[in-house]
Structures are given as structure tokens and as C-alpha cells.
């Protein structure tokens, strides 16, 4: 047989290795609904079998951005799936649906067999923390596109929920309560501002052990997303009434908590409501960041947002204490049409 694709950049034989490793890291995101369907052309998924009177499907589709650089410069790939799947879901959870299935797109300058099973080992961990199916996907080998080493990762991921049941701000009202949700540091946001201050301008080395974070710098900024659905579908399955929900992802507080309110509505916040990731306080400190845009870039420290009535504040808090999850009651919702942070 011919070599002349292998001559062109593309090892067909090195593609069909990474099939081989990569199917047990699927078979384990298996739920109910899904079909075995790895290696056909679409993946597939019986809706039916869940049972759900009048379902409405919520889509999402992201990537992980810039903190690819990380890891391609620490050389760890094992966690960076579960970027992809966490800013994926974690928008999709804002509106009541519980994913049901993920799909990942990866694009590879060559194909490591062995970095490939990584990735998708991440997928795949990022998936059973979601409850949610890894159905398919592609891996394209793309030379002179990408750097050997170098490659892009993003998903698609559909959740369900019940008509009856979805969440579309028309519930939140002036006086609801706001319940935060911790974040696991940068999550997957920010990071063309993160490698800007630390590693191009203040030239930090990835590699260095930093006794705050009890880890290297690399590794701290690697810390996977955090994936918030079995939180919040212990919530929804104990009965607790939630008006609304906000994924702190991109834009940082100013841009994602009006996505989840009604025209003319606004927050208050008390940003000592809440501890900081003292990887935040590196980032300001380092790059002499104002507040303000700090707060319109990254998470700092909350990564999830509950708009719940003041009656129901003290029983979902204890929902959330019986499953260990730290949550904090940070403000309110106002008729200010504003997010004003309170220092």
C-alpha cells in the first residue's frame, strides 16, 4: 500500500490506534438512552426511553481556549476533556436541563496515539461526572494547520428537561436571594489574560512548586472546571425551587449574571461574601488588574448562581450542606438594571 498520506502529514494506521485505546474511556459515560454507536457515522441516543412527557432539548457547544497553552507546555492532556465537557454542560445546566449526551471535536497537528487516549480519558471523566453519554466524535489530523504538538479541542453536548420544568428567567423576581456556588479556580476563562500577566510579562515559570497552592503553577492552572450537575439535580430531585441559574464563564460576573434576568432587573453582590482563589490574587497582584475588570474577566471564586426566593434560602442551603457543597448566599436581585458589586 501506498505511503503517500503518511508522506503528507497523515498516519491512518496512528488514527486507528487512538480508536482502539480510546473505546474503553467511552464505554464507561454509558446511560440510559444510549445507543451503542461508536464508529458510525452519527451518534445516536433513544429520547424515548427517558420517560419525559413534553421534553425540550437545550443545546451548547464550547472549547476550552488558551488554556491549551498550559498544557501544552506542562505536557499534561489527561484533565483538559474535562474543560471541554465542563463549559459545555455547565451552560446547559442554567436552564433545568440534566445533559444526556456529548459529542468532542478534536483537531490534532499529529496524531499520539497515547496523548489522543489522554484526551479523551478527560472527555470521558468530564462525562460520568455529568451523568451524560460520550456518543461520538472526530479526531482530525490536520499538518501544516497545527503544530506537531500542538491541538484544539471543543464539544456539543444536549441536555432535556420538561417543558413544564424549564428555566427561562420569567420566575426570577426583585428581593430573590442569590446563592453562589464555589468555583475551582480560572476554570476555562481568562486565560489569554492569565498568560499575558504571569508567563509573557512577569515571566512566572509553570514548573515552579508555589506553596500557597501546594502544587506548581502549571498544575494549579490546569485545575479542571467544575462541573455543577449533580449539585444541581440533587437540588431539582429534592424538590427545591430555584427562579433561575448563571454559569460564570466568559465575561466574568458583568456579562453572565444579566443573562439570566428579566429586562430592567440587576443584581447586588457583596464580594466579601465569598472566598477568592488565591490564584486570583497572584493574577491582580502580578498584573496590577483594577477590581472591576478582574470581575468582568474571571469567575473569582464562583463559578455558578442561584436566584432563589428568600423562604427557600435556608432549606436549599441545607440541601447543599447534606452533599458537602460550599455554598454562599452573595446578594440579590434589584430593579437597578445593573450588576453592582459591593466591596
Not at 35 to 52: E, P, R, Y
Not at 84 to 90: G, R, T
Request: charged residues 25%; aromatic residues 8%.
Amino acid at each position: 500500500m501506498s505511503n503517500k498520506y503518511r508522506e503528507a502529514g497523515v498516519d491512518l494506521e496512528a488514527g486507528y490506534e487512538s480508536v482502539r485505546l480510546i473505546k474503553s474511556h467511552v464505554a464507561r459515560t454509558k446511560v440510559l438512552g444510549a445507543v451503542d454507536s461508536i464508529g458510525a457515522f452519527g451518534g445516536m441516543f433513544d429520547l424515548s426511553l427517558l420517560n419525559m412527557k413534553e421534553p425540550v432539548l437545550v443545546s451548547g457547544t464550547d472549547g476550552v481556549g488558551t488554556k491549551l497553552m498550559i498544557a501544552f507546555e506542562v505536557d499534561k492532556h489527561d484533565t483538559i476533556g474535562i474543560d471541554a465537557v465542563a463549559m459545555c454542560v455547565n451552560d446547559v445546566l442554567v436552564q433545568g436541563a440534566m445533559p444526556i449526551f456529548f459529542l468532542d471535536y478534536l483537531a490534532v497537528g499529529k496524531n499520539f496515539p497515547k496523548k489522543i487516549e489522554q484526551l479523551v480519558k478527560g472527555v470521558a471523566d468530564g462525562c460520568v461526572m455529568s451523568e451524560c453519554a460520550l456518543i461520538g466524535g472526530e479526531t482530525a489530523e490536520m499538518p501544516d494547520m497545527y503544530d506537531v504538538n500542538h491541538y484544539d479541542i471543543a464539544g456539543f453536548c444536549v441536555g432535556a428537561v420538561e417543558k413544564s420544568k424549564l428555566l427561562d428567567g420569567q420566575k426570577i423576581s426583585v428581593g430573590n436571594v442569590l446563592i453562589g456556588l464555589p468555583s475551582t479556580g480560572c476554570h476555562s476563562n481568562g486565560y489569554s489574560l492569565v498568560r499575558k500577566v504571569l508567563l509573557k510579562d512577569a515571566k512566572l515559570d509553570v514548573h515552579k512548586f508555589y506553596p500557597e497552592f501546594n502544587k506548581t503553577l502549571g498544575e494549579e492552572l490546569l485545575t479542571p472546571t467544575k462541573i455543577y450537575v449533580k449539585t444541581i439535580k440533587h437540588l431539582l430531585n429534592s424538590g427545591a425551587n430555584i427562579n433561575g441559574m448563571c454559569h460564570i464563564t466568559g465575561g466574568g460576573f458583568y456579562e453572565n449574571v444579566p443573562r439570566m434576568l428579566k429586562e430592567g432587573q440587576g443584581v447586588e453582590i457583596n464580594v466579601n461574601s465569598f472566598p477568592r482563589p488565591k490564584i486570583f490574587d497572584l493574577i491582580k497582584e502580578t498584573g496590577n488588574i483594577p477590581d472591576k475588570e478582574m470581575y468582568n474577566v474571571f469567575n473569582m471564586g464562583i463559578g455558578f448562581i442561584l436566584a432563589v426566593e428568600e423562604k427557600d434560602v435556608e432549606s436549599i442551603m441545607n440541601l447543599l450542606k447534606e452533599i458537602n457543597e460550599p455554598a454562599y448566599v452573595i446578594g440579590k436581585v434589584t430593579n437597578s438594571g445593573e450588576v453592582d458589586l459591593k466591596w
